[in-house]
Every structure is written in C-alpha cells, then in structure tokens.
C-alpha cells in the first residue's frame, strides 16, 4: 500500500481500496459516488462473503450505518429505513476506505465472556520513528473491520461504542452482545364464547337479596351450533446469533389438534380460515379433568366434590353427577342424582333417581317422586322417598320414611313406610302395612318395636250399620202390608169374588145374564177392599226394592272397607329376643302416614303408652299375622 488513508481522507469513486487492487469489488457490491450499496436481490451469504472480502483485503467501511448492514447480512437488527426496502440497492455506507496497518494497531483486542465482547477503551497514539506520539482517533467503521477480523461479526452495539470513541473516555464496556433465538409461540385454544364460564358469585334471589351459600353460575350451559373454542395457530421463533454471526435456531413451535379436546357433544369446524369448536347439541358443558375434553349433555358431571369452596349449594335443572364428598351443610338439588363419594350434606331430588354409591354419614337424602339407593352405610341420616322405594345395605340411627323400604341391616332406626322388607333388624321402631322381618331383637337399650298399620274404619262400620237399619226398616214395612193384605183377602166375600173372578178370567166359567149381573153386584161390594189390597201391594213392592237398594250400598261399603284395609301383614321368622307388635290405627283420609315429618315418625313410633294391646310380645319364635285372618 503506497500510502496511508486516515479519517477524512477521501478515495475516488471509481478506485479501489489498494489492499483489493488484485481485483474488483464483490459482485454484490455496488460503490457510487454518493455511498456503498449491497444489492437487495443478492442472499445473505453471498453479502457476508463479499464483506469478509473486502474487511480481509485491507479495507473498511467508512460512514458505515450498522443497523443497514446487519439487517441485510443476517436479517437481524432495526428494521431498514422507511422506502429503502422496495429499493433495489440498500445504501450502508459512505466509502470504502484503506485500513493500514497502522491504523489497525491502534485497536485493542477483545475479550469475550458469556456471550459478551468487553473493549477497553482508552487514549490511543501514532508512533512514527523519529517522532513523538501523535494523538490519534479511533473510527467506528475500522472498529466493526477491526471487530469482524477478529471473529465479532454479529451485535456490535454502535450506539456505546460511537459515543466511548466521541468521548475519549477511559472506560471498560461491553461493545456487543450474542442475540438469543427468541422462543416462537406454541398452538393455542382461547375461549371464544362467554357461555362456558363458570360464575362463582353469590347468586341473587328474586327479592333482591344474594344467597352466599349458592355461586351464580357453577355448571355451564350452551345451545347447539355456539362457537367455544378456536385454535390458535403456532408461530414460529425467531433465529438468533452468536457474536461469530452462527446461526442460533429457535426451538420448533408445538401444533396441537382440536379433536384432543372434543369429547362428546362437540364437532370441530373450520370457519373463517380457523378451526372451531362448537357445540352440536344444547346441554351442560362437561371438562374432563384428565383428559381435558369437552362434552356437552344433558348430565352435569362434577369430580371436585361439593363444598363452600368448590360449589356451594347446588340447584341445578338437570341430572347431576359427583365423584368427589359432598362436605357438610351442602346442599344438592335436581333431578337424578349419582355421588360416587361420601355424602355429609343433604341431597334432594325433585324425581328420578338418588344414587349414593359409597356412605350417607349424617346427612340427608329426599326424593319427591323416585327411588333412593345407598350401596353403603346410612348413620345418623335421614332419608324420604314420598313417591318412592328406598334401598340400603346398612342403615344405623336414621330416620326412614318410603312408600316401600328394603333393608340388609338395620340398627336403632325408626322406619315408616307401606311395606317394610329387612333381613336383620335390631332395636328398630318400624311401622307398615306390610312388615317382613326375617330376624328382629332388641339392641342395647333400644327395643325392637313393630307396628302393624291398620287403617281406621269407624266411618266405614257406622255407614254399614245405617245401611242395616235402613234394609231392616224397609223389610219391616213390607212384611206390614203383607200382613194387611193377608188379612184383607181372608174375608170371605172377597175370598169367593177373587176365585170366581179368576175363573171368570180364565173362561173356565161361562156366566148367563142373571149370573153376570149378581157377579157385578159382588165386585161393587168388595170394590174398596180390593183398591185397598192394590195400594198395600205398591207399598210392599216399594219397601222390598229400598230394602234391596240399601243392601247393595251396604255391599258397595263393605267393599270400600276391604280395599281400606288392603293386605296389612306382619311376618317375624325368627324373634332373637324382647320384640313386640302392635296394631297402629290410622286415617286413610289424610294421606300416607309416612308422609310425617321425620321429628314426629320418630316420637309417634317410639312412644310409650299405646291403647294397642300387643299382638306378639316376647324374646324367642316366630310370628305372622294378618288382618283378612284377624
């Protein structure tokens, strides 16, 4: 190099750097008179090349614009300048100018720790021999050629590094950092519909006032064909680059199905170039917890159990089912009901079915119209099937009241229902129309008590008695014109115009006229007790048909009677110790005595004093009776 170009010396347009006097600029290079150019249409390889040509040559770039030329060497960095984009050479540069030796000594090395160049900057000097030191400045282009030389080809920060130079400082400074692949952004569902939010606000009663102990909205539910999820497509990352300008690849983004989250109920369709999932029926939305689908139907499936925290009390519109407890004080209301766990709350039904599948502890379980099942034990609970049967394994200390009760074990409970059906029962208090025992006994200080309902027919028996008397009365009159009939035809001018007359009648006697007009002075002389004779027979007729009418009644009443008492049975096969039964009268007319709150199924079925006398009483044997036997 025949001489030395420093700072503010110029180079003429159309020569070449001396260190690259071997050849021409890079072809993706283009040097004017206004500026340095890369050509936009040239790949960022072939750019990196023909700057590593020209930095290695000897040369560098003077007025270089950093952000141009990173972002067109690695497609990092600012955005290109407004309008510069569309063009077909990107300006970067002033010149291309000569980087001697002398020049390049005076730039420091590099050190470079955790991704980090660290420069210290400081006074520099031109050493001539046989002169003093000449002050010198350090030139941002001959620093990123310096840098580039040095294996720093990517994250120069121009803006420290532009004002350390300005300044003349002494100072240590991190002159360019490596860029980190910057993570894309995986597939995603959002939520596209408000309907599939839970509200756990309190709920507002109609006079205004908020129930806490019941959130607004637990269980969600939808109509068919409502949008409620859309699947976000994946974004991939952005590449970064170590400070030697190799290439960092972000990780891949992760893509997800739809159908990973479409349970039953849903469908996805592809709407406005996105796939949704929406609902193809009108029901509750159901989340799997494991799987993470999403059902719709008409059942509520709940796995979080129900407590203050979780639910609150419940009333729902359709069927309901828990895996988890239902917690103290809660209260669960709808149709058919399924716990699969422990029940401490109160479960009622408004129809259907209440399935309790482990235990009912302390709690209670009502049913309006439908039967009740508890595969466990039922303590200290109560339990009411107006309409219904209820069955059990094990019940201890409860209060149970159906029109029919099926029990495997029952222990100190008091049951009332129309028919009563329990294999082993000890200090029981139980009344029914129908009680089927096959081993009852005391338990501890509890007795083992039965009573027969016998419904009371006092208003059957008076109706059937007015109905005797009536029939008696009637049969009474009639046998009293019978008499006075008698009495009459025994006279015996009438006597003889009765046989003659019928004779008469019969063409068995032919009268001439002297005899016919004797006969009809006869007839003129028994006239009116024949008109009498006449009247009694009406009246007697009359009394025979009410005496028939008021049997019939009597008959229909009687029946009536019958049906009352129906089939009421008791049956013990086997007494293990003190038991006793008694009949317990009762008024059909004010319903199913079962229907008593249980407070007073409790007091009536375990008070002392009875007007019964027993019909069992003692501690071995086997009793049976029936009140069609009685």
């Not at 050629?145 to 350390?164: L, N, Q, S």
């Not at 796995?303 to 639910?311: A, C, D, K, L, M």
């Not at 008590?449 to 009365?473: I, N, W």
Request: hydrophobic letters at 40%; aromatic letters at 6%.
């Amino acid at each position: 190099m025949a001489e030395e170009n420093h700072p503010g010396d110029k180079v003429p347009a159309d020569a070449a750097p001396a260190a690259m006097a071997a050849g021409d600029l890079p072809s993706s290079l283009v040097q004017r008179a206004d500026g340095v150019y890369f050509k936009a249409e040239a790949p960022a390889a072939l750019l990196q090349a023909a700057v590593n040509q020209v930095f290695l040559s000897g040369a560098s770039f003077r007025g270089i614009d950093y952000g141009v030329f990173i972002r067109a060497l690695y497609g990092a960095g600012p955005e290109l300048p407004a309008g510069m984009k569309d063009q077909p050479l990107w300006r970067f540069a002033d010149e291309i100018a000569p980087f001697p030796s002398g020049r390049r000594e005076l730039y420091k090395s590099v050190r470079i720790v955790g991704g980090e160049a660290e420069y210290y900057f400081e006074p520099v000097f031109i050493e001539v021999e046989g002169m003093p030191p000449t002050p010198a400045q350090l030139d941002f282009g001959e620093f990123v050629a310096d840098m580039w030389t040095k294996g720093i080809r990517f994250g120069i920060d121009a803006p420290v590094v532009r004002e350390a130079i300005a300044s003349g400082k002494v100072a240590r400074l991190i002159v360019a950092r490596k860029l980190p692949a910057a993570p894309g952004r995986d597939a995603a569902i959002v939520e596209v519909s408000e309907s599939i939010h839970r509200s756990n606000a309190p709920r507002l009663l109609a006079n205004g006032r908020f129930d806490l102990h019941t959130f607004q909205n637990r269980f969600p539910q939808v109509k068919a064909q409502v949008r409620l999820l859309r699947k976000e497509p994946p974004v991939p990352g952005t590449r970064g680059f170590e400070l030697s300008g190799i290439v960092l690849e972000p990780p891949a983004s992760r893509d997800l199905e739809m159908t990973s989250v479409a349970g039953e109920g849903t469908v996805v369709l592809h709407i406005d170039d996105a796939d949704y999932l929406v609902s193809s029926v009108e029901g509750f939305i159901n989340v799997d917890s494991k799987s993470k689908r999403i059902s719709i139907g008409p059942k509520i499936v709940s796995r979080e159990g129900v407590s203050v925290r979780t639910t609150g009390n419940l009333t729902l519109d359709g069927d309901y089912e828990e895996f988890g407890e239902v917690q103290e004080q809660r209260v669960v209301g709808g149709g058919n009901i399924t716990v699969h766990g422990d029940v401490f709350g109160n479960i009622n039904s408004r129809g259907g079915t209440i399935a309790l599948r482990k235990n009912l502890m302390g709690g209670s379980a009502t049913n309006a119209d439908g039967n009740i099942r508890v595969s466990g034990v039922a303590s200290g609970a109560v339990l009411q099937a107006k309409k219904g049967e209820i069955v059990l394994g094990k019940a201890q200390n409860c209060v149970i009241t159906g029109s029919r009760v099926i029990i495997t074990e029952a222990y100190n409970c008091e049951i009332m229902a129309d028919e009563v059906l329990i294999t082993l029962a000890a200090g029981c208090a139980i009344a029914a129309r129908r009680i089927e025992v096959d081993g009852a006994g005391p338990r501890k200080q509890a007795e083992m008590l039965l009573h027969v309902m016998v419904p009371d027919t006092a208003k059957y028996d008076q109706k059937l008695a007015e109905c005797a008397a009536r029939a008696t009365r009637h049969e009474q009159q009639a046998a009293r014109c019978k008499e006075q009939m008698d009495a009459i035809t025994a006279d015996q001018e009438v006597r003889n115009y009765l046989q003659l007359a019928s004779k008469v009648r019969k063409q068995e006697v032919t009268l001439n006229q002297e005899q016919l007009v004797l006969f009809q002075k006869m007839a003129l002389k028994v006239g009116p007790s024949l008109k009498m004779v006449a009247r009694l027979q009406v009246q007697m007729k009359e009394a025979q048909a009410a005496q028939q009418k008021e049997q019939e009644l009597g008959e229909h009443v009687y029946q009536q009677k019958l049906m009352v008492i129906g089939s009421a049975r008791c049956t013990v096969r086997k007494v293990n110790g003190d038991t006793t039964v008694r009949k317990m009268i009762f008024n059909p007319d004010l319903g199913p005595a079962y229907l008593l709150p249980p407070k007073e199924v409790k007091a009536r079925l375990r008070a002392a004093a009875t007007s019964q006398q027993p019909l069992f009483s003692g501690s071995s044997g086997e009793f049976d009776w029936s009140a069609s036997a009685a």
